[in-house]
């Protein structure tokens, strides 16, 4: 990001905020999304590798540079787990929210009122750990959760086996893989809707879903018997979900990696989470139709 760029970034959320103090939510909206789409083009656009090494070095210079100590030692916990290759937990890195007048950030709660600006506590904006857990209300969680199986059957139709297998030259995953993590992420899911409607006060344990994709003990012999395990798994959750009164979306439980969470965010975050790899499938279907 060059220098204009960032004075247009600033101008845009000063704008907002004025059109805000005014009733101009209309307005203000876009002059928001106008920043972040600069903020995320820029950041897409440096594409850095994400090596763990990088990742660290990155995190830990960051870390020096700030004068927050609650931030600084949040990033080198984060680090802690990065270098022992786990996710990190709740109560190592809390929740953070920002002061929607001034920018003041705190993590783990919200103050009466923000100590800069005299802003009330309630007009925090809470950052959750991924937009996922706030995709989707009920209904639409519902709805995309029955379609995704139906659109990767579509994606799967006409390849072989050895074409659902091919390794892409960057070393990813297959689309075999990718069918694998839809699957492990279904049983991850079901288990826990289960844990929701069985027990009062379970604890959703983290699960690092993302590392099983390129296990083949005990798996189905082809790709399409993996995608029938998934989609038999998620029409069982379904008829589980459509019959709970609306009310029980919002029981909540204790996520390790995510705090308190509801069955609204759990059926949301996989919802959403799926979209992410459609891609990835069409785009390997593509290059097996095309021949390379």
Partial sequence: MDVSELTTLTHLLSLALRLEGEGQYNLAKIARAKADSI??????????????????????????????????????????????????????????????????LTLGGVPEKCPDCGAW????????????????????????????????????????EEALTRLPADGGWAIRNTVMHLRDAQNVIAARIDLFLA??????????????????????????????????????????????????????RRHEEFGVVSIKQQASYFAAHELTHLPQIESLRKREMNGY
Wanted: aromatic letters at 10%.
């Fill in 39 to 104: 903020s995320r083009r820029a950041a897409w656009e440096l594409n850095l590798p994400s090596d763990k090494e990088t990742l660290v070095r990155d995190i830990e210079r960051l870390a020096a540079s700030l004068d927050d100590a609650d931030l600084q030692t949040a990033f080198r916990a984060g680090v802690s787990a990065l270098t022992s290759e786990r996710a990190p937990l709740i109560q190592e890195i809390p929740h953070p929210y920002v002061c929607r007048t001034c920018g003041h």
């Fill in 199 to 252: 027990e009062e006060n379970p604890v959703l344990e983290m699960k690092q879903v993302w590392t099983w994709a390129r296990d083949e003990n005990e798996r189905p012999p082809t790709t399409r018997e993996i995608f029938d395990a998934y989609h038999t798994s998620r029409r069982e959750m379904l008829a589980k979900l459509e019959s709970l009164p609306l009310a029980d979306w919002w029981r909540t």
């Fill in 121 to 160: 506590g309630g007009s925090f904006q809470w950052f959750p750990p991924v937009y996922w857990l706030e995709a989707y209300d009920p209904a639409e969680a519902l709805e995309r959760l029955r379609k995704t199986p139906l659109e990767v059957a579509a994606l799967l139709e006409g390849l072989t």
